[in-house]
């Protein structure tokens, strides 16, 4: 079998092949055809229609031909912002066409009936010159679009839905003897008990429900206490793909674990080859949902033994990504228990098959400064905002990134919107030589833009 190769530079963007491509922004595509779940993503993050705007400083970086490329949003993005990423920022931004997700929804419909379809999108696609289609995810919309419009995904639908599988990688790292934390497997809602029990019977005081296909805590839930006999029931939507992984959670306290970590591997896979580009720490809540990432990770400096071990670990799951055909951009997530006897285990979690939270960020602060640190947090706003009005006052207050101008700056990657119009959330990149001056970067914008007191 042919074995890609791996090349480990953190901090290096890999060289992105010379191609163009257009970028279906389908992140309501994330859960392959699991309502319920894009349902409760939706609620969890709110405004997500915009959220596809952070591909916008991105896309021209990740797919450098010649030609031009083309993002397909699901609203329009802040024209000020856009002006900031040319004008000031340098970057080149792609073509833009707004499709709502009912609309493209509703292509599918058509496109796996075999209808004709009267649409501007197909139009557009049609007479684009890039060769290849993108998306968040390749789901049976975005291959059916590419097979109606002349052109090839740059990911299979197999390698992209199997990729994103958190059970069939927990197999594979097992097989190749990979350290994983103790799993059960659950093919229903009424196996769970006894599960938990078992993990309780082990020595674990909590657990955790993971169903095979998830983000941003979306399918995924915690139980804090393996003791308490009266746990929810697991919604039916958590078996979409077959069996859940039932785990224990390792925490400070339990089996010598002094403190855990939550370190993030960045990747690039292209046809030849893997790219391991960046190291971040993930900044996750009480439940795990994704807040923001940072890099490098502190605790790496004077840890040469640990960074090797994720480089390696990361290597390995990603020739497994590689193996079912997923090309692009993803994360290879890890927890990493030190304990008190001096040693150290990294866990890998989980396989992020796509543009993550973590990708924006990366891209663009190796583009900028490869060699300084970087920190991504979503701020959101005690009083909405036009975007003109909130690029202003980072102008005003000189936090805003100006290369060239400044050696470190908040950089604005993207601005969610209310139903008003208004800018309620944003994610926002600090920018600088250090992680001290990255966290005193956010810790200013909060005092000079109006955020509400806790951060998003």
């Not at 931004?93 to 929804?105: A, G, R, S, T, W």
């Not at 971040?280 to 795990?288: A, F, G, K």
Request: proline share 6%; charged share 20%.
């Amino acid at each position: 079998m042919f074995q890609p190769e791996v090349i480990a530079i953190p901090g290096q963007l890999p060289a992105f092949p010379e191609r163009n491509a257009v970028f279906v922004a389908n992140l309501l595509g994330l859960f392959f055809g699991n309502d319920e779940q894009t349902r409760m993503l939706a609620e969890e993050v709110g405004e997500i229609d915009s959220y596809g705007g952070r591909l916008i400083p991105i896309v021209n970086l990740m797919f450098p031909g010649a030609a031009s490329n083309l993002l397909v949003l699901e609203r329009e993005p802040d024209a000020h912002l856009c002006r900031y990423f040319t004008e000031t920022a340098g970057l080149s931004l792609p073509e833009q066409l707004v499709l709502p997700h009912k609309d493209y929804l509703s292509i599918g419909r058509a496109l796996a009936g075999g209808k004709a379809i009267n649409h501007e999108l197909i139009a557009v696609l049609e007479e684009h010159p890039s060769a290849f289609v993108q998306g968040y995810v390749t789901d049976p919309t975005l291959s059916r679009l590419a097979t109606a419009t002349g052109k090839t995904t740059i990911s299979t639908a197999e390698g992209s839905h199997l990729g994103n599988n958190k059970r069939a990688l927990h197999q594979h790292l097992e097989s190749i003897g990979l350290p994983i934390v103790k799993t059960e497997l659950a093919a229903s809602p009424g196996e769970i008990p006894a599960c938990l029990e078992r993990l309780r019977l082990a020595g674990f005081t909590s657990g955790v429900v993971k169903s095979a296909i998830g983000a941003s805590g979306i399918g995924l839930t915690k139980i804090d206490s393996l003791s308490d006999t009266d746990i929810s029931p697991v919604p039916e939507n958590f078996f979409f793909e077959g069996s859940c992984l039932v785990q224990g959670w390792l925490k400070p306290g339990e089996f010598g674990i002094t403190e855990i970590r939550s370190p993030s591997v960045q990747l690039f896979l292209d046809d030849d080859s893997i790219n391991l580009f960046d190291i971040t720490e993930q900044i996750l809540s009480h439940s795990s949902v994704h807040e923001g990432n940072e890099a490098p990770p502190y605790y790496l400096a004077d840890r040469p033994e640990l960074r090797s071990e994720l480089l390696h670990q990361a290597g390995e799951a990603a020739r497994w990504l590689h193996a079912q055909g997923y090309r692009g951009t993803g994360s290879v997530d890890f927890l990493v228990a030190d304990h008190d006897n001096d040693s150290t285990v990294a866990y890998v979690c989980e396989i992020n098959a796509r543009v993550t939270g973590a990708t924006y960020p990366s891209v663009l602060a190796r583009h900028f400064i490869p060699d300084g640190a970087w920190l991504m947090r979503n701020l959101r706003f005690e009083k909405p905002l036009t975007g003109e009005e909130l690029l202003q006052m980072l102008r005003d207050s000189g936090d805003l990134f100006i290369p060239g101008e400044t050696g470190a700056g908040l950089l604005p990657i993207n601005f969610n919107f209310g139903p008003d119009g208004l800018v309620h959330k944003g994610q926002f990149l600090c920018l600088a030589h250090s992680a001290a001056g990255s966290h005193v970067l956010l810790e200013l914008a909060e005092l000079d833009l109006p955020c509400t007191p806790e951060r998003d």
